[in-house]
């Protein structure tokens, strides 16, 4: 533990589970009072437990980030509550895999829908506070999948969306002392990638050695490993690092 996010409030969606139960503990751990929302209600409630235990100061709220209206008064309370945002981590996310031919408009609506205007949804809320304390620091979730990915057409262009996203917010809020940058995580073992066996129709260990074994590193990533880097993008010192997009993957992509 360190002190690293004392005093700071983290607001992160999608944060109940996999990597943004991850990166919330992470701020956590490191001082900061930690919000989470998520539409995963069992998952929010077991993530405050366990947090409220290690005696974490953590504000939890069944919202959709589809939802304006539910993100602002989310965003209200915890300011209430806290004092502050000062950091925002644009995590929520679904999958609704297939190939084109196959693929539904409302498995292109929906993960449209919850990358993209989620994510828009949550940074314009966060802000108008951050704008007025002149200081804030919003990290998006892209991932490897921007690059394209079989199976993965709706996913790959909202991940992409999201690094142009990222790169306009930095243009526009960086007199504000805001910065924006954006974490693209590669294979990450998550309650996500385990759908994805499932899909594929193979176990999850099968899935895992696969991957690995085209990782340079030789091992699948943890919800920690991506924390790590929304940590660095998070911290006061990091502010002349703006607009950029930091593949955690265990090797080059690009």
């Given amino acids: 533990m360190s002190n690293q996010f004392e005093g700071r409030v983290a607001f992160v969606t999608g944060g109940s589970r996999g990597i943004g139960k991850g990166v919330a503990k992470r701020f956590a751990e490191d001082g900061a009072k930690v919000a989470i929302i998520d539409v995963n209600e069992e998952a929010l409630n077991e993530t405050q437990a366990e947090f409220?235990?290690?005696?974490?100061?953590?504000?939890?709220?069944?919202?959709?980030?589809?939802?304006?209206?539910?993100?602002?008064?989310?965003?209200?309370?915890?300011?209430?509550?806290?004092?502050s945002l000062d950091i925002l981590v644009n995590n929520a996310g679904v999958i609704r895999d297939n190939m084109l031919f196959k693929m539904t408009d409302s498995d292109w609506e929906q993960v449209m829908d919850v990358h993209l205007k989620g994510s828009f949804n949550a940074a314009r809320a966060a802000q108008k506070y951050m704008v007025k304390q002149?200081?804030?620091?919003?990290?998006?979730?892209?991932?490897?999948?921007?690059?394209?990915?079989?199976?993965?057409?709706?996913?790959?262009?909202?991940?992409?969306?999201?690094?142009?996203?990222?790169?306009?917010?930095?243009?526009?809020?960086?007199?504000?002392?805001?910065?924006?940058?954006?974490?693209?995580?590669?294979?990450?073992?998550t309650d996500m990638t385990?759908?994805?066996?499932?899909?594929?129709?193979?176990?999850?260990e099968d899935l895992v050695q696969a991957s690995v074994s085209q990782i340079?590193?030789?091992?699948?990533?943890?919800p920690e490993d991506i924390a790590n880097a929304v940590a660095f993008f998070a911290d006061e010192k990091s502010s002349f690092v703006n607009g950029q997009v930091i593949y955690v993957a265990g090797g080059p992509k690009d």
Wanted: glycine letters at 12%.
């Fill in 134 to 189: 002149k200081y804030g620091r919003i990290i998006n979730t892209s991932s490897t999948s921007a690059l394209g990915n079989r199976g993965q057409v709706n996913y790959s262009t909202a991940k992409a969306g999201l690094q142009g996203f990222t790169k306009t917010l930095a243009i526009e809020l960086g007199k504000f002392g805001i910065t924006a940058n954006a974490v693209a995580p590669g294979f990450i073992e």
């Fill in 52 to 83: 409220k235990e290690q005696g974490y100061d953590i504000y939890v709220k069944k919202a959709n980030v589809v939802h304006s209206d539910e993100v602002e008064s989310a965003m209200e309370e915890v300011v209430s509550q806290f004092g």
């Fill in 194 to 204: 385990k759908a994805t066996a499932e899909r594929i129709g193979i176990s999850f």
């Fill in 216 to 222: 340079p590193v030789g091992r699948s990533g943890k």
